[in-house]
Structures are given as C-alpha cells and as structure tokens.
C-alpha cells in the first residue's frame, strides 16, 4: 500500500475524467494505487465517494483530452511532488509535461486577455514557481504590448467595465508608446457655433462673437476604462470654418429672446456597436442660455442652445454602452492574437 502511494503523485486538480475509458471499483484510493503498479500503469483517476478506479496505460498531459466530470482525482506515476499545479485567474491548464526532468504546467489564457508574465509554472524543490499573469486587452496599450507588430486600425478590444464584452475601436498611434482609442463613425457629426446676433427673429447681424466655429467629427476619442468620451479631442475632425468646437457642444450668441436656436450638437453613434446612456444630460451655461433636445433616441442626439453667448453642453462626459442588439460585423476589425 506505501508502494502506491509513494509512487503516484496527484498533479490535476478535480473535476478531470478521461472522455474514453474502462473502469473497476475498489475499496480506497490505495487499492486503486497498487493495481495500478501492478499492472504497469502510468496514471489513473479515482473517485472517492463512488470509489470507481480509472487506470490508464499512458500519462495524461493534455487538458483537451480529459471532460468536466465532478469528483475525481488524477494521479500519475513519478508526477511532480509539488502536487497540482497552481490555478491561473482568467487563464487556463494546457499541459504538464517533464523538460529536463522537471515538471513544467503551461497555461492559456482566456478570451480576451494576454501573458503580461511568463506562460509556464515549473515545480522545482517542491514548489510551483509564479509569474504567469493574464491580463485584459482592455486599450491599445494593451494590444501594443500583446503583438507589438499590430499598426494603426480597426480592433476589437474587452473593456473591464464591459465585463469582456469586446468592443471595436480604432486604435491610433500604435508605433509610439502612448496609443490612444477612438471610435468610428459613420453618421453626421459636428458642432456648430455660428456667427451673427439677431436685430430681430428674421434678420442677423455679421458680428463674429469669439469662440465661433464649426467642427465636424469622423471619429470621437473614447476612454476605455469608463466608456466615456473625451469631447476636446480633433484628432479626426474637419474644420468648416473658424474654431474648433467640442463634441456635443451647442452654443450661439444671438442674443434673440423668443429667437430660433442657432447652436447645433449632432451626435450619431449608429452602426458602431455601441449606444449612448440614458444618463446623459445637457445642462444650459452661459449669458442667458438656452437649451431644446430637438431629438434623441439610443444613437442619435440633436441639441440647440443659444443666448447672450450661452446655450448647453453635457453636464459630464457622454457615457456611452455596449449595444447587444446591433453588433458590428465580425470582419470589421481585427481579433488580437499575441505574440
């Protein structure tokens, strides 16, 4: 009995059962140990409330090749005197195989996450050597530093705050050290402060109040970490005429009571996976201000503002979410593979 259980080491953890096999029953986990060495098998499974005795001619090392099945335990002939190897948050056993006599676990990790650390544990002077770390692809930084060979472009990246939810997003500056994510869009997008004030509802006068501007938008920068967006940001946006205007930004100094509203905020998210939050709000600022929301739905937003130089801009920055109902194609950006 000593024999067998010197001899067969415990290297998996629970759960584990291989998908083809034959079996016998015996009284503990020794009884199963000893025929095991008897009849010159490298490895077996054992379950301890069934008592059922998997013996097997050969080493199981592969994960793929063992099924989810609740109970058992694996033991391997000459296996690591480490015991199982340890778990990884957000990866996954591959293997356990011997590299110069010792015993080294290598890991994946899941969906959506990278090795920032080393992919292998070796089980050196009784104990699993540490490091490996899954980390989420969650920037661009990230995707940089899993495949340092990825250009600027289209990619599909898993937000924290979307719980591994991917998301696609153009990732800009990839060959500097401080990539930066926007989204694409394909609607109309743009803020406009027009000139002139109002001598009367009908008419305007040609002042140029300072600030006037129109910008248009082809994409917007978004912080990955909140889903938020940096609304001063023009990197990819066109100038109409004079200032630069932040996105979703309505604003005039006509100064015409009972007036039109002749600052402009068009905000079109559609077609991009994503849609704005129902929490954001438009608040008025400036001399005499005033807001309208013209229109508003999940991915399109038209606000006006004016006043004595006023009208409205979003109290915080616009929030935005991921949209399950209207999901980008597939091929429309890249699945990161790390290198």
Not at 26 to 47: D, M, P, R, W
């Amino acid at each position: 009995m000593c024999l067998g259980e010197l001899k067969y080491f415990l290297y998996m953890t629970n759960y584990v059962l291989p998908v083809i096999s034959s079996s016998e029953f015996t009284e503990n986990i020794l009884t199963c140990s000893v025929l095991a060495i008897k009849g010159g098998y490298q490895s077996f499974f054992y379950h301890q409330q069934n008592h059922q005795c998997i013996l097997q001619s050969e080493k199981i090392h592969v994960v793929s090749d063992l099924s989810v099945s609740d109970g058992y335990r694996y033991l391997v002939q000459d296996g690591p005197t480490c015991g199982p190897p340890p778990t990884l948050g957000n990866g996954q056993l591959v293997s356990v195989s011997q590299v110069n006599g010792d015993y080294v676990a290598e890991y994946s990790c899941n969906t959506g996450f990278y090795f920032s650390g080393t992919k292998t544990s070796t089980c050196s002077g009784g104990i699993w050597s540490t490091g490996m770390n899954c980390k989420s692809l969650s920037t661009c930084k990230d995707l940089q530093d899993c495949n340092p060979s990825y250009t600027d472009g289209e990619y599909w990246l898993y937000p924290a705050v979307l719980n591994q939810q991917k998301v696609r997003l153009y990732c800009y500056g990839m060959t500097t050290q401080s990539p930066k994510e926007y989204l694409s869009l394909s609607g109309n997008n743009f803020a406009h402060f027009p000139n002139g004030r109002y001598t009367n509802c009908d008419n305007l006068d040609s002042s140029n109040p300072q600030g006037m501007g129109k910008t248009e938008f082809t994409k917007i920068r978004i912080n990955p970490q909140d889903l938020t967006v940096l609304n001063d940001d023009y990197q990819f946006t066109s100038q109409d005429f004079g200032s630069q205007r932040p996105y979703g930004v309505a604003k005039a100094c006509s100064d015409g009571f009972g007036c039109e509203l002749r600052g402009v905020a068009k905000l079109d998210i559609s077609n991009t996976g994503l849609k704005f939050s129902s929490n954001n709000v438009w608040k008025a600022v400036g001399n005499n201000p005033k807001k309208v929301i013209k229109s508003r739905t999940d991915y399109f937003i038209h606000v006006t503002g004016d006043g004595s130089c006023g009208g409205a801009e979003p109290e915080n920055p616009l929030k935005l979410e991921i949209d399950v109902s209207t999901p980008p194609v597939e091929g429309s950006a890249t699945l990161p593979a790390c290198t």
